[in-house]
């Protein structure tokens, strides 16, 4: 399922935006003056989709629209309503309808209004959930992520009341439509806040979640160490499997009557390709590469054992393709835009780089522009699944004008590789370059 159509009504009491999604390259570019909505935009539709029901619920509009390709129709309007207590409540109303299916269900959160002891401490953990930008870095403290603010459990309470039920156990559950809905897209957002993410140290005292924020590089690196590692397992695994069998296929080998001298040779050579370009890549170590010639002529034995050979191999190297080819175009990328230094990957280090006499250089020291530009290619390379839509907010920021021009292009060779929309909110022309049949622009209220 993907997106045709994103609309809001009376956001902020003042703007009704329509964006069509570009479906033929998979690109919407949203841009507009300061407070026209984009930025918000993008969380009400990342609200809806990752159950993130605050920034909906934390913005005045009266519906929010999202058209899909199958001809199905989510609604979402929103509602002030009296309480039990006589008191005003915010109410989500999701209305959602398909051929075959019209479904409705509403969502009025009870507000935290009393004291802060009506919340067990087992219900700590779940805080974060319900006020965005906030992540939980201790027992009984929480980082604001906007503005850096190490907050209280009181300060929390204090500063977003309205966030917060009384009894998170008593909130409403989604009903298996809605669960359906949302898990038929992905979305992703990166938002404008992305040098800095969770360290995966963690700690059993407060739900075993990440404890401290550190680089997005580092961090980073260090995932795409274990990713490679997760692979080389995978490898290691299938190699035992098919080694294992290697005598009694070889015995039971019959040479196809087609099959050539010159094709095994061409074949053969295909092969050491791919091996030195995994070792290029770092998925595969140098004193892996074995440059197999066959000098002497190859007789019909030969050509049997070579032929399960080359089979086996093939089977086993196809493991790293498509990381491979994240890597490589990683690489490409930031040793294009990156100058005096170099990145390499490893391993057992991930992306590392060094300096032009060859030093190593720490992904924490580069500049902030640098960072923006690395993390910004890494999360599409490797953090996004196939067929989502991705939701960027300025992507310009720190990065040099003559990287900004080079945005688009770049994006459109990751897209080709992962597959996947994106919706932009930006602010620079230079970002949109020469592509504004891609644009759509948020106007003010017609007069």
């Not at 953090?383 to 992507?395: G, R, Y």
């Amino acid at each position: 399922m993907r997106i045709n159509k994103i609309s809001v009504s009376q956001l902020f009491g003042v703007f009704n935006h329509v964006i069509h999604l570009n479906r033929e390259e998979g690109i919407t570019i949203i841009h507009g003056p300061n407070g026209f909505g984009k930025t918000v935009l993008l969380r009400m539709v990342n609200g809806f989709f990752n159950s993130r029901y605050s920034e909906l619920r934390n913005v005045e509009f009266t519906e929010f629209r999202v058209d899909f390709d199958d001809g199905s129709i989510l609604r979402v309007e929103k509602s002030l309503e009296k309480n039990s207590e006589n008191q005003p409540e915010t109410q989500l109303i999701f209305h959602f309808k398909k051929p075959g299916l019209n479904r409705r269900q509403h969502f009025s959160p009870s507000l935290f209004r009393e004291s802060r002891n009506l919340f067990k401490s087992s219900s700590l953990n779940i805080i974060e959930s319900y006020v965005p930008n906030l992540k939980r870095i201790a027992a009984r403290t929480w980082l604001y992520l906007p503005t850096n603010e190490q907050l209280s459990l009181e300060d929390v309470f204090q500063r977003f009341p309205d966030y917060l039920p009384i009894d998170p156990t008593e909130v409403k559950q989604e009903e298996e439509w809605l669960l359906k809905l949302k898990n038929s897209l992905k979305i992703r957002f990166i938002e404008v806040q992305r040098l800095l993410s969770f360290s995966d140290i963690r700690n059993s005292e407060f739900g075993n979640r990440p404890v401290s924020l550190i680089a997005s590089v580092a961090t980073y690196s260090q995932e795409l160490a274990k990713n490679i590692q997760t692979k080389l397992s995978e490898y290691g695994t299938l190699c035992q499997s098919i080694d294992r069998t290697f005598p009694a296929r070889v015995v039971n080998q019959k040479v196809a009557s087609n099959l050539t001298e010159e094709t095994l040779r061409n074949k053969l050579s295909e092969i050491e390709k791919k091996r030195f370009r995994l070792i290029e890549a770092g998925l595969l170590d140098k004193d892996e590469e074995h440059d197999f010639q066959v000098e002497k002529e190859i007789d019909d034995r030969t050509k049997s054992i070579l032929s399960v050979y080359i089979e086996d191999v093939e089977k086993k190297l196809m493991i790293f393709q498509e990381i491979a080819n994240k890597i490589e175009l990683f690489k490409r990328l930031i040793n294009t835009r990156f100058r005096y230094k170099k990145m390499t990957v490893r391993k057992d280090k991930g992306f590392t780089f060094t300096t032009p006499d060859g030093n190593p250089l720490s992904p924490t020291n580069l500049s902030s522009g640098e960072q923006h530009e690395l993390v910004l290619f890494y999360e599409l390379l490797f953090k996004v699944q196939p067929n989502s839509l991705i939701l960027i907010d300025e992507p310009e920021v720190s990065l040099h004008v003559a990287w900004q021009v080079e945005f688009l292009k770049d994006l459109q060779e990751i897209i080709k590789l992962a597959n996947f929309d994106v919706l932009v909110a930006t602010h620079s022309p230079d970002i949109i370059n020469d592509r504004w049949d891609l644009t759509v622009e948020l106007q003010g209220p017609t007069e």
